[in-house]
Structure formats: structure tokens, C-alpha cells
């Protein structure tokens, strides 16, 4: 079929819609609904995969005014957004299935499920997007319900948490929208991908260097690069659970992934001179030892996950700064082994939350004899974390510093050692979440904890065998990734 | 010719309006609403059904020299008479329940038909005279639905301010209208252009005085910078639906003077009018803006923000005298559509809450979504399509606008546009945050339900909304045809 991804658009947007109302006589059992509709959107979407290879594309005719603006509404895969969509929405369906469970007791279901299926479509449709205007919707479309759900169904200080969040990722959309509008307007109002790809080489270079500055700001909001990451602790710490698996685990990514789709192939003769990329690897490595060392001093399970994420975020940046191929495949390839384990461990300390209530970690320990499953998956996803060979970070890891070091100057070598050692980092803040949780004495209070429900295991287990399986087999994904990367690198003139 | 018969039919349903109240019990004088929502609705689809977009403009006249008054009926005409018919449409419906406790209803609706009458014959008019009989009719009709609930203080404070200022307003056009008159022997459009065409630049000196003159009359009814004061007053005083049409079509008779009568003066030097335009804009905008931030009565709150969106629709105006005449008028007119959508199912809106719980305050309406979930989504949309959120219409405007600034190479004036419309996110974003995000109060609590024909009302604009946000070539070929009639009379 031709236009299977709108369809797979809509099928979200107008499932989102139906468990409004559906929700109301399905009480707490929605979930499953909205389970299957995204289950069922991730069918249609691995329907195309044996056409990644050819980059599949589908284009409508949107707003075409000649001279003025020609915005064109498309989707398109090839193997780097492929990999992103597909993480997305096997994280939101594993998620999905979770919120079951996690989100029994809650109030107004119906509107959760409905929000959190069109939170999806917005994901899923900025990443496919093939035009930026259009990315620009998605990417709206993505804030909106988010912020909803975290400012309803969030825990503490939830509305000025919501509002912070919404308020960072806006201040960062106003610099997006006037680079788009720059980029607009030296392609002569034409704002297709691919279109820009053209025209790149006419911007001048200032303005090439203007854009950079303004994307990366921009975007580096959504990604909580170091010094825009205020957001982001609070949001993912007080965001219900299933929500910060979502935004830890795959919203964040997109930033990264639009970096490398829009700006790095439009400005990457700027990109990649000493100073940019000395700034750019700089401003990664300070979001990794930050975000690490921030983790190693949290009391809170959720805000060591979510300074976690600032740190890995980093790695993955890292490989964008490096801007050589080899390092941009492990990036994409950390985005889909993070999206797993950061999730997995979102989870798990959703479950903390779900049976016993605690997050904090200075009354928890010992639990790994009473719960013996969420601790053996607890410690999966801290080994994902940690980079430990056999799991998807493994490799995308190693990815990254491999590619770093192709970059070969000296320079950059000290970069990439440095890069390596913040792997330690992320080891030490790991081992010490599962010690703190899992091993030692075992509180009186904690006594009656047990495994939860099947229902909130099963996705948790997926998600954890994914990891594993990419981990061990990693050529299931980077057979699209690679030949994706390569594609731009042929644009870019690797 | 037959597109004129829209004044015809307003004209004899507005006639028969009291006639109907005088012969109706007054139990039933709420209802005079759908008569007059139905005289609107008709003449859409008259308007529809005999224009043809992009046709040559066709003429009716109305008294020979030398008096010498005709109306025209070109693609300008036909953008305003469908958004104010559209406007009108819904505000008729809304009154319907929204006044149902109110005395004197016939009056109001008579009221109510007179000034869409004056400002669909605005948009109609020929000449500065036709022009003027027609703005003064409006300007009336408006002045006494401002002050309608007269045995109230502050609709009768705002009402006279209005008075005073608009008066003022008025007195200016005509003096400036004098002048047109005295150096062109003649008030049609055509000569207006001729005149304009024969001026080798604008650095003279009475041309610059008409414009001046112009700019201030005009700029008092679509009170930007800084002649906005009567505003901020007189649109929350007014009943809700009456705000609406203030708000969403009112000020832009203000807009629709300029580009009529001031544009071709403005055309023809950019180095005297544009950057005046552009200066006027950005304080428009930005000072707005700012005063709107510290607003606690919602609908206050909406009045600044239409400020600020005048100051947005002068970005496509500024662009135009600096030389993008095709596109920033496009783009004027879009945000003109996609404004008077936005405010007025704003206020619209806002009329549904202070139906159901007669409040203002915006600290009151916490939690107002959870009972009232389709008025507060439908006040939600509206701002957001206001602070220029995708996929609503006032982005694409908004968008359109930036970049007909930056076509004309003002890139600090699509600088400040993008800053005040995140800016105008702040204030959207803290109401709807309170609307949906906390626990009902108790005046929400104790509140009624909305009545049939306001939801209607609501989700008509709603779908409208959501047509030209989806399908934005719509709204931009709609304001198209504007700005392709004035390119015609450019020649």
C-alpha cells in the first residue's frame, strides 16, 4: 500500500481520539486499548520495513504558493528515522501495558489514554516528518498532550513542573522557528528535507553559523544539553511513570535525531571546524560528567534516572559533535539502546512506587530477595546503562568512541579518552542505585514486598530481551542504520 | 451586480427586526436572534453563490455626481463581508441564550444588524463618502452595544470613553477625507490611485499629511499604538458576543481603511510610511504585550492580546509599502481570518464561562475544564491558535507574516513577531494551565450548564478552525483574493 505510514497517522490520531469516550465504559481496563492501538500501528509500521532500504517516502500536496511557500506533507524512512520510530513505539506499547497496572487507582483514564495515544502519534509523526513546517506541527503536537499529562496525573509540585517543561521547550522552539523561517527563506519558501539539502551550500556562511548556534540551542532544550537541562530532572522525576519512561526513553532522543536530520547535513562544512566541533564535543562532555555526578548524589530513584538520562544524552550528542559516520550510527543506535534500558529502569522504579511506595533510596535496600524478578531486570538495565558488553548500549558505546577516534586529531583523542572515562561514571552511579535498592539489609517496613503483577512484568521483559537481543545480534538494526548513515554521508561528502 | 443584494438582505432583515419585536410578546424577543444569525447565514451564501473570486470588480451606484457615492464589489469586499458574516453568524447565535435575561432585546438586535450593515458596507464602499456614512453607522451601532447595560457602571464608563475617542477618531478621517477631497477633486478609489500613481514620491508635504491623518483615524478603531487606550475598556464592558465582533471585526474596519485608502499613498514611497509602520507594529506588540502579561480579568486579558494581534496584521501591511505588496497583504489578510476566528471564539468562550458562572476572574475559574470540558477546549484552541500554536490557523498567519518580514528584509521585525508571539504563550499558557489543570473551585462547582445555541456557536467556529489549520492553502487563498484586488488597482 502506498500511504501506509499517514495511515498508520491517523489510525493513531483517530484511536487517540475514540478512547476518549471508549474509556469511559472500559474504567481501568482503557489501557489495553490504547496498548492495541499502538500495537496495531506498530504492525502497519513494520509492514515497510523491506522497503527502508529503498528510503520509502510518501508525499501530499499541503500549501503550495508559488514564490512564497511550498510546504509539502510527507513521510519518509530510511534507516535512521526507521530505527527512532520503531523504538518509539515499542517503547510506548511496552509502556502502554504498563500504565495498566501502574495507573489503576488514577482518576480520568479516559483522557490519560487518549492523551498519551496522540503523545505518541505527535512523537512518531515529528520523526517521519519530511518537511519541517510539518516537523514543526509534530513537534507541537508532542508538547501539548505531554504537558498535560505530567501537569494532571504528575506527582509533587506537578503544575509548576508541567509549566517549567512547557516553558523551556517553547523559549527553545522560538530560536527553531527562526532558523526554519531563515532556512524558508534563502530556499525560496520551500521547506521540504530535501529541498534544504539542495540549497545548503547557497546560505551564506554566517548565517550557516547563526543556524548552528540557534538549532542547537533549540533543540538542545528538548535534548537537556547541560546548560538548558533545568526542565528536565523535575519533569522526568514528578512526570507519572509511564510518562517519564516515555520522555526519558524516547522523546528527548528526537531532539538529537532532527540535529542530525536537519542541521548537521545543512551546516556541516561549519559543523566540523576546530572550534564548532571543540564547543560542540565540549558541551557533551559537560552534560555527561554533570548528569553522572548529579546521579551519584540523588536520594531519589526517579531523579537519578533522570540525571542519567542527561548524561547519556550527552553520549549520544557526543557522537553527533564527532560527526563521522561510524559515531552517528552508534548515536542512533544509543538512541534505540537507551530508549530500552532508561525505560526498563523508569519501570523499575515504577514498580518501587506501584508496590511499597518508596522512592526514596535512603529507606529502600535489600529487596532483591523479595523481589527477585524486578530486581534481576533492575539489574539488566543498569548493566545498559553502564555500557556492559551483551546489551544494546554495548555496542552503540563503543560505536561512538570508535568513531570519535576516526576523527583523528589530537585534539579530539583527549575528548574521546575523557568520553571513555565517563563510562566509569555511569558504572559507579548504576552499581550504586542496585546496591542502595536491591542488596544489604532489608528494611522492617519492606517486609511484605513482592514482585508486582504479570502485567507490569511483561513489558518490563520485553523491553529487557530487546536490549539484549540488539545487544548480541546488534546487525538486526544496524543493517538500516548503516546504510541510512552512509546515504547522508554521501551528502555530506565523507 | 448581484452581489450587492447582500446589503439588500441585511438591509430588510434588520427593517423588520422591530417591527418583530413590536408585534412578538416579549416572552420571545430572545429569539429575534436567530432571525438576525439567519439574515447573516443567508447573506453568506448569497455572497458565495454570485462572486466569483478574482472577477473583475463590479460597480453599483448609488447617487450621481456631485454627490457622487458608489459601491464596488471586488476581492477585498469579498474577504471582509465573509469574515465579518462569519463573525456575525456565530455572535447572533451565542446572544441567543448568552442575553435571554437582558430588557430591550429588539434594540439590541436591531443594533446588532446595523453595525454588521455598516461594516459589511465598509467593505463595499466606493469613495471616502460612502465610506464614511457607512463608518459612522457602525461606529454608533457600537457605541451603544458598548454601553447596552446601561443600568451598570462600567459598560457606561467604557461606552463614553469609546465615544470620545472614536468621535475623535472620526473627525480626523474627515478632516484628512477634506483634504483627499480638496487635492483630487474626487473620493473614488480609482482616482485615489490615479493621484497616488501621478506623485513622483511621497516626500510632499500634503500627501504625508493625509496619510498622518489617516493613520491616527483609523488607527483609533483598530487602536494600535498608541491610540489604544478605549480598548482595553471597552471590549470586556461590552456583552460577550458584542466583544467578539469588537474584537474580532471591528478594529479591523481600522485595517481594512489603511489598506484601502492609505495603502496607495503608502505604496508609493517606502522610505517615509513603511518604517513608520514598522515602528508602530513593534510597539504595538510588544508594549501590549507586556500590559497583557499582568492582566487578571480574562477578558481584559483577550483585549490587550487583540492589541497585539493589530500589531501582528501591521507586520503584512509594513511588508507590503516596503515593496512585498502581493505577499504581505496576503499575509495581513490571513491573520485578519485567522484572528477574528481566534478572538472570537475567545470571547465567545468567555461568554460561555460568564454564562454558567458570572465571573471574570481568572484565579475564579480554576478547574473550569473539568466541569465544562468543550467551552474550555474551545477557549484552549483559541489561544493557542492566538500564540500561534501548529495546527491552528494562527500560526499559519503568523508564519506567513514572518516570513513577508523577512521577504522584505525587515529581519528584526519577524525577530520581534517570533518573540511576542512565545511571549503571548506565557499568558494563554498560565489561564488554560488553570482551567485544566487544577481542581474545580467552588464557584466552578456551583456553576450551570451552558446553554445549546453557545456550544453551537462554539463548535462552529471550532470546525472552522480546524478546516483552515489542517488546510491552510484554503485561508491563505481566501485572503488571497484580497490582495490580488488590490494589485488590480495598482495596475
Known amino acids: 500500500m502506498e500511504s501506509i505510514l499517514l495511515l498508520t497517522l491517523i489510525w493513531l490520531y483517530a484511536g487517540g481520539i475514540a478512547i476518549y469516550p471508549v474509556g469511559r465504559y472500559l474504567k481501568n481496563r482503557t489501557g489495553y486499548l490504547a496498548a492495541l492501538v499502538i500495537g496495531i500501528s506498530l504492525l502497519l509500521y513494520l509492514s515497510i520495513l523491506d522497503k527502508v532500504g529503498e528510503f520509502y517516502t510518501e508525499l501530499y500536496p499541503w500549501v503550495d504558493i508559488p514564490g512564497f511557500l511550498k510546504i509539502t506533507f510527507g513521510f519518509g524512512v530510511d534507516g535512521i528515522n526507521y530505527a527512532v520510530g520503531l523504538i518509539i513505539l515499542i517503547v510506548t506499547f511496552a509502556a502502554a501495558i504498563y500504565s495498566v497496572e501502574y495507573m489503576k487507582h488514577e482518576h480520568e483514564l479516559d483522557a490519560y489514554f487518549s492523551l498519551y495515544v496522540m503523545y505518541v502519534g505527535g512523537m512518531l509523526g515529528a520523526v517521519l516528518s519530511t518537511d519541517i513546517i510539518q516537523f514543526l506541527f509534530f513537534w507541537e503536537a508532542m508538547l501539548i498532550p505531554s504537558y498535560i499529562l505530567i501537569g494532571v496525573w504528575g506527582y509533587g509540585e506537578k503544575r509548576r513542573v508541567a509549566f517549567k517543561y512547557f516553558l523551556y521547550t517553547q523559549l527553545g522552539t522560538i530560536l527553531l522557528i527562526i532558523s526554519f523561517a531563515l532556512l524558508g527563506y534563502y530556499a525560496g519558501g520551500s521547506f521540504s528535507i530535501k529541498s534544504l539539502y539542495m540549497i545548503a551550500r547557497d546560505i551564506p556562511e554566517g548565517i550557516r553559523y547563526l543556524l548552528i548556534i540557534f538549532t542547537v540551542l533549540g533543540f538542545g532544550v528538548k535534548m537537556a544539553i547541560v546548560p538548558l537541562h533545568g526542565w528536565l530532572p523535575e519533569a522526568h522525576a514528578e512526570a507519572p511513570t509511564p510518562i517519564s519512561v516515555i520522555l526519558s526513553g524516547v522523546m528527548i532522543e528526537i531532539g538529537l535525531y532532527a540535529l542530525i536530520r536537519i542541521v548537521l547535513p545543512i551546516t556541516f562544512p561549519e559543523w566540523t571546524t576546530e572550534s564548532y566541533s571543540t564547543v560542540l564535543m565540549l558541551l557533551a562532555l559537560l552534560s555527561m560528567f554533570y548528569g553522572g555526578a548529579m546521579a551519584l548524589v540523588q536520594d531519589d530513584v526517579k531523579r537519578l534516572l533522570a540525571y542519567s538520562s542527561i548524561s547519556q544524552m550527552g553520549y549520544m550528542f557526543f557522537g553527533v559533535a564527532a560527526a563521522s559516520a561510524i559515531a552517528l550510527e552508534g548515536s542512533i543506535l544509543h538512541i534505540v539502546g537507551h530508549g530500552l534500558m532508561k525505560g526498563l529502569l523508569f519501570m523499575v522504579a515504577g514498580v518501587l512506587i506501584h508496590e511499597i511506595g518508596v522512592r526514596d533510596m535512603r529507606k529502600l535496600g535489600g529487596l532483591a530477595i523479595k523481589m527477585p524478578v524486578t530486581a534481576t531486570l533492575a539489574v539488566v538495565g543498569a548493566m545498559g546503562i553502564a555500557g556492559l558488553p551483551g546489551i544494546a548500549t554495548f555496542i552503540s558505546e563503543f560505536l561512538i568512541f570508535s568513531g570519535g577516534l576516526a576523527a583523528a586529531s589530537h585534539l579530539k583523542l583527549i575528548y574521546v579518552i575523557f568520553a571513555v572515562l565517563g563510562t566509569a561514571l555511569s558504572a559507579s552511579y548504576m552499581t550504586l542505585f542496585i546496591k542502595r535498592v536491591f542488596f544489604g539489609p532489608l528494611p522492617e517496613h519492606l517486609k511484605d514486598a513482592r514482585d508486582p503483577n504479570p502485567v507490569m512484568i511483561l513489558p518490563m521483559l520485553l523491553m529487557a530481551l530487546l536490549g539484549i537481543l540488539i545487544g548480541v545480534y546488534p546487525r538486526i538494526l544496524l543493517d538500516y542504520i548503516v546504510p541510512g548513515v552512509e546515504y547522508l554521508a554521501g551528502i555530506l561528502g565523507w | ?491
Not at chain 2, 225 to 242: E, G, K, M, R, V
Not at chain 2, 277 to 306: G, P, W
Not at chain 2, 313 to 336: D, K, M, P, Q
Open chain 2, 1 to 491: 451586480m448581484k452581489e450587492f443584494g447582500v446589503l439588500l438582505i441585511m438591509g430588510s432583515f434588520a427593517f423588520a427586526t422591530p417591527l418583530m419585536g413590536y408585534l412578538i410578546n416579549k416572552k420571545y424577543e430572545k429569539y429575534l436572534g436567530f432571525w438576525a444569525a439567519l439574515s447573516f447565514l443567508i447573506s453568506i451564501f448569497y455572497v458565495f453563490m454570485w462572486y466569483q473570486p478574482n472577477a473583475p470588480p463590479s460597480y453599483l451606484e448609488i447617487f450621481p455626481s456631485p454627490i457622487s457615492s458608489s459601491l464596488r464589489f471586488d476581492g477585498v469586499t469579498y474577504f471582509f463581508t465573509l469574515v465579518f458574516l462569519i463573525l456575525g453568524f456565530v455572535s447572533a447565535l451565542h446572544s441567543v441564550s448568552y442575553m435571554e435575561h437582558d430588557r430591550n432585546l429588539t434594540i439590541y438586535y436591531t443594533l446588532m444588524q446595523l453595525m454588521m450593515i455598516g461594516l459589511v458596507g465598509l467593505a463595499m464602499a466606493d469613495d471616502l463618502f460612502t465610506f464614511f456614512v457607512f463608518w459612522e453607522g457602525m461606529a454608533i451601532s457600537s457605541y451603544i452595544l458598548v454601553a447596552f447595560r446601561y443600568h451598570l457602571d462600567e459598560p457606561v464608563e467604557a461606552g463614553m470613553k469609546y465615544i470620545i475617542m472614536s468621535g475623535v477618531g472620526s473627525l480626523l478621517l474627515l478632516y484628512g477625507i477634506s483634504f483627499v477631497y480638496g487635492v483630487i477633486g474626487g473620493l473614488h478609489l480609482e482616482q485615489i490611485y490615479a493621484y497616488a500613481a501621478s506623485l513622483l514620491s511621497g516626500g510632499l508635504y500634503l500627501p504625508v499629511l493625509i496619510v498622518s491623518l489617516f493613520l491616527v483615524g483609523f488607527g483609533i478603531k483598530a487602536a494600535y499604538f498608541p491610540f489604544w487606550t478605549w480598548l482595553p475598556d471597552a471590549h470586556p464592558a461590552a456583552p460577550s458576543p458584542i466583544s467578539a465582533l469588537l474584537s474580532g471585526i471591528v478594529i479591523k474596519a481600522g485595517i481594512l481603511g489603511i489598506v484601502r485608502y492609505a495603502l496607495p499613498f503608502i505604496l508609493i514611497d517606502s522610505s517615509i510610511y513603511a518604517p513608520a509602520l514598522v515602528v508602530i507594529s513593534v510597539l504595538t506588540m510588544t508594549v501590549a504585550n507586556i500590559i497583557a502579561l499582568l492582566q487578571e480579568d480574562i477578558k481584559r486579558l483577550l483585549a490587550y492580546s487583540s492589541i497585539v494581534n493589530i500589531g501582528f496584521i501591521l507586520i503584512g501591511v509594513a511588508a507590503a509599502g516596503y515593496g512585498v505588496v502581493e505577499y504581505g497583504l496576503s499575509s495581513a489578510f490571513s491573520h485578519v481570518f485567522s484572528h477574528a476566528l481566534g478572538k472570537g471564539l475567545a470571547f465567545l468562550a468567555v461568554g460561555g464561562i460568564l454564562y454558567s458562572m458570572e465571573t471574570r476572574e481568572i484565579i475564579k475559574l480554576e478547574g473550569f475544564g473539568r466541569k465544562h470540558p468543550l467551552t474550555a477546549v474551545a477557549l484552549a484552541m483559541a489561544l493557542l491558535s492566538l500564540a500561534g500554536m501548529p495546527p491552528l490557523p494562527g500560526f499559519w498567519s503568523k508564519w506567513f507574516l514572518i516570513l513577508s518580514a523577512l521577504g522584505a528584509g525587515q529581519w528584526f521585525l519577524a525577530f520581534v513577531a517570533v518573540f511576542n508571539s512565545v511571549l503571548a504563550v506565557l499568558y494563554y499558557l498560565w489561564l488554560i494551565q488553570r482551567m485544566f489543570l487544577s481542581e474545580p473551585t467552588k464557584y466552578v462547582e456551583e456553576s450551570h450548564e451552558i446553554a445549546f445555541t453557545i456550544k453551537a456557536s462554539l463548535l462552529i467556529l471550532i470546525g472552522i478552525m480546524l478546516l483552515l489549520g489542517v488546510y491552510p492553502q484554503l485561508l491563505y487563498d481566501v485572503a488571497h483574493t484580497g490582495a490580488e484586488a488590490v494589485l488590480q488597482m495598482m495596475g
